[in-house]
């Protein structure tokens, strides 16, 4: 698996980095994804995570439900399909803080002026998303071969309850179709065995 880090280099991506950067990948593709279907949302943070990924987002007065799961999820697999690849380029701050107020993306801006005055800010881009990020990622949509949207949650920006409420979308992803699979029958066997717990104490 090829991998683009953020200098533009592209290299084969080392076997314990694997999951880690299909996951990141997988919340761009999300975020692009959503942004196709909802113009309006503005992006937070969208990591990788232990079993797979996330992003928080800022979709005004837009509830989601899982029919909505359902759509988003769909249009991963055509970006999925339409092989876009991953560009990368950094920009120095004050162009960095102007191009995400051009693109609305409000938080990505509050995050900026986090970071410290010597930060190298990069930008990955496939298609006609960007997003801010470190990377790496992979060098093209299609190397996302096994995914699939889990749940809607809510979380508070900078995990904060004194700011805005953001609906989180998580996902899992893996190397291969087979490794899902595996992933969801030990769901299942979780959820039954659950079951068969609370029947017990009923």
Known sequence: MKIIYNDGHVAECPAEDELEVLRHSAAHIMAQAVKRLYPDAHFAYGPATEKGFHYDIDLGDVKLTDEDL??????????????????????PRDEAVQLMKDRGEIYKVE??????????????????????CVGPHLTYTKALKAFKLTA????????DQKNK???????????????????????????ARDHRRIGKEI
């Open 152 to 159: 809607l949650s809510g979380a508070y920006w900078k995990n």
């Open 165 to 191: 409420m953001l609906t989180r979308l998580n996902g899992v992803a893996f190397r291969n179709q087979e490794e899902l699979a595996e992933y969801e029958k030990q769901v299942e066997e979780a959820k």
């Open 70 to 91: 359902a759509a988003i999820q769909a249009e991963m697999q055509k970006i999925v399909k339409e092989n876009l690849p991953f560009k990368v380029y950094p920009l």
């Open 111 to 132: 995050h900026i002026a986090d970071l410290a005055e010597d930060a190298v800010i990069t930008f990955y881009q496939q298609g006609d998303y960007i997003d801010m």
